[in-house]
């Protein structure tokens, strides 16, 4: 092997093999590494014109990189990421640089950051999003951590990313797992649209009995508007792929499991350790998880199956779920970003959330059109509280948010479940609320438990002796 590449990558899986197949017809001369040999010949066979190539000997590799080093790994998150790098460090020099770009917990990021960081190696944790095509064609980007190790590389990850307005879609997040931390953030956002998708879809398809080929096209119409998303371009494409041989599209043959890699689960984590509400993800979480109840779902099916049509007019109620999933997406994009500012002041991430959406427009799985309004309300007030604030946000959440009670008691009364769609709707009931029945909560904790209450006509911290003042 030559030994001037300028970059390299370790794991040649599809994002690996894609990505470096993008920075080479960008005009990078790059190599990667993979104990497959077959990922190492359909390397060789996609990148022929530009003349990418790879090895099975991880020394070579590491001997072919220019120096400093500047090497990345898309391999699964966990053990596998640290067993490469302890198979690298042997072979590095001090002021070579590691990027992990899977999709690392960011607490593993953290204490990798500060391993690598004793040994003079450059290490940063970088979220990708975008899928197979978004690798080969233009990504979003989140590398978060040592700020000079982006710099080095920010050329390469400007060139390859997606562009909108001919503005790149990656930048500097912040400093330690920042990077690792917001693409996290985006994958529990994915999750809540995905499952408000799926809801939409059963109540056409249960509630309105309405034929594959109308929902599809329905969705068709709802991207072409105010719910422009990619999700929705996906969507809308899902209900006309029929493969050969079968009498129905596709989708109908799919099992009703929904499987996950942990992610919107760590969402949820991070937002309860950090006092965030994330009720949409957290609910999507939960749906994903009771999907794969298959047997007891049918069990209790038998039992007490008892969904209905809407008893409403089709076009009234497909009128008003697109302005619900409207509201609804919102109050998710609101959520993530709350729970984004949150981790910023907690974590000193000094996250730019206008930077953030700002990227996300682009090559990730979570564009949508919305973005630029939030793109927009941050970018005119960064420290701006909660999305939901926003002058024009606000606007569009007033002029939807009575078509999301509408379909939520549709819904209800048809026996079919919109577990996100109701979700947003409480998040919202309730934020909008000046005064929240949670007093009553503080006075049983302090019935039961002498936990304090703090009272609103006093400064203090008060207990009462509750048994015996409510004798009668």
């Known amino acids: 092997m030559k030994k001037n590449y300028a970059f390299g990558m370790i794991g040649l899986g599809t994002m690996g093999r894609n990505l470096l197949l993008n920075m080479a017809d960008n005009g990078f001369n790059v190599t990667g590494y993979d104990k497959n040999p077959q990922q190492i010949e359909l390397l060789k066979k996609e990148g022929i014109r530009t003349n990418t190539t790879g090895t099975v000997d991880i020394k070579e590799f590491v001997q072919s990189l220019k120096v400093p080093r500047a ?57 990708i999003s975008g899928g197979e095509k978004g690798a080969r064609f233009g990504p979003s980007m989140m590398p978060g951590g040592d700020k000079k190790a982006y710099e080095v590389m920010k050329p390469i990850l400007e060139a390859v990313s997606a562009k909108v307005n001919e503005e790149p879609c990656v930048t500097y997040i912040g400093p330690g797992a920042s990077g690792h931390f917001v693409k996290m953030v985006h994958n529990g956002i994915e999750y809540a649209l995905m499952q408000m998708i799926a809801e939409a879809y059963e109540l056409m398809k249960v509630g309105l009995n309405m034929p594959d080929e109308e929902i599809g ?38 099992k009703d499991e929904a499987k996950a890699k942990g992610t919107g689960k760590w969402t949820s984590q991070a937002s309860m350790d950090l006092q965030a509400v994330t009720t949409c993800i957290d609910a999507s979480v939960a749906m994903r998880d009771l999907s794969k109840e298959k047997e007891l779902r049918l069990a209790v099916d038998k039992i007490y199956s008892d969904a209905t049509n809407i008893d409403i007019d089709k076009n009234e109620v497909l009128k008003d779920l697109e302005d619900a999933a409207a509201f609804t997406m919102k109050v998710i994009y609101a959520q993530g970003m709350d729970l984004m500012q949150k981790a910023s002041q907690e974590m000193n991430y000094d996250l730019n959330l206008a930077d953030c959406a700002k990227i996300w427009r682009g090559g990730c799985i979570i564009r949508a059109a919305f973005l630029e309004d939030i793109y ?86 008060f207990h009462t002796q509750w048994q015996i003042n409510a004798q009668p």
């Open 217 to 254: 096209n329905q969705f068709k119409k709802w991207n072409n508007g105010k719910l422009q998303s990619y999700l929705l371009e996906i969507t809308q494409e899902i209900f006309f792929l029929k493969e050969d041989g079968d009498k129905d599209i596709l989708l109908n043959y799919i």
């Open 71 to 127: 090497i990345m790994m898309l391999v699964p998150a966990g053990k596998i990421v640290d067993a490469v790098i302890e198979e690298l460090l042997p072979l590095l020099n001090e002021g070579d640089l590691i990027i992990d770009g899977g999709n690392s917990h960011y607490n593993d990021t953290d204490k990798r950051f500060i391993e690598l960081q004793k040994k003079n190696i450059h290490f940063f944790g970088m979220g």
């Open 376 to 461: 927009e309300a941050y970018q005119n007030k960064p420290d701006l509280d909660n999305l939901l604030l926003d002058k024009k946000v606000s606007k569009q959440i007033k002029s939807t948010v009575n078509a999301a009670r509408s379909i939520i008691i549709a819904s209800v009364k048809a026996g079919i479940g919109t577990t996100v769609f109701s979700s947003a709707l409480s998040y919202f009931d309730n934020l909008k609320t000046g005064r929240m029945p949670s007093n009553l909560i503080q006075a049983q904790r302090d019935y039961f438990g002498a936990h304090t209450y703090e009272r609103i006509d006093k400064e203090g911290v």
